[in-house]
C-alpha cells in the first residue's frame, strides 16, 4: 500500500512538470535552473499622429485641432516604428470620459494605421486622443476641439 502511494505521489510530481530524485544517495544539491529570460518588449516610436476628417490611400486628409460640431466622425491616424507584431491603443476621451479604446494590430516596421471615431453633435468641447503601447504606456496625446 505505502509503494502504491509513492508511486501516486510521483506521478502526480511528474504530470506537473516535476521530475522525481532518488534520496537514497548523498549528493550535493542541485542548481536551481536559471531563469528564462525576458521577452523584450518592443520599443515603439511615433513618427507622427493626428486627427483628421478622412484617411485617404493610407494618409491623413483634413487634419487639424479644431473641428465643427457636424462633424459627425474623426480619424486618429498614426505612423510608427519599431512595433512589428504587436498592437498599439487608441483611447479616444470626450473631456475626462473615455469613450473609446481601438486595439490596431501592427504588422511591421514602420506601419501606418488609424481608428474611427463617431462624434455626435452634441458633444461638443475638449477631446483628445492617447496613443498606448500593449502594456498601456502613453506614447502620445493629441488634444483637440469639437464645435468652439
Known amino acids: 500500500m505505502k509503494r502504491i502511494a509513492m508511486l501516486a505521489a510521483s506521478a502526480l ?3 506537473r512538470g516535476l521530475v522525481a530524485q532518488d534520496t537514497t544517495k ?10 528564462a529570460p525576458a521577452a523584450a518588449t518592443p520599443q515603439v516610436t511615433i513618427v507622427e499622429a493626428v486627427v483628421a476628417r478622412s484617411v485617404v490611400d ?8 479644431a473641428f ?3 462633424v459627425a466622425q474623426l480619424n486618429c491616424w498614426t505612423k510608427l516604428e519599431g512595433a512589428g507584431g504587436s498592437s498599439i491603443h487608441h483611447v479616444w476621451f470626450h473631456g475626462d470620459t473615455q ?5 490596431l494590430q501592427v504588422g ?3 506601419w501606418r494605421t488609424w481608428s ?11 477631446w483628445h486622443v492617447e496613443v498606448r503601447d500593449a502594456a498601456g504606456t502613453v506614447l502620445k496625446r493629441i488634444d483637440f ?3 468652439q
Open 13 to 15: 510530481l511528474l504530470g
Open 26 to 35: 548523498a549528493a550535493a544539491p542541485a542548481a536551481a535552473p536559471a531563469a
Open 58 to 65: 493610407r494618409q491623413p486628409q483634413d487634419t487639424g485641432a
Open 68 to 70: 465643427p460640431a457636424d
Open 99 to 103: 469613450v473609446g479604446d481601438v486595439e
Open 108 to 110: 511591421g516596421s514602420p
Open 116 to 126: 474611427r471615431k463617431t462624434v455626435p453633435a452634441d458633444w461638443t468641447g475638449a
Open 145 to 147: 476641439t469639437v464645435g
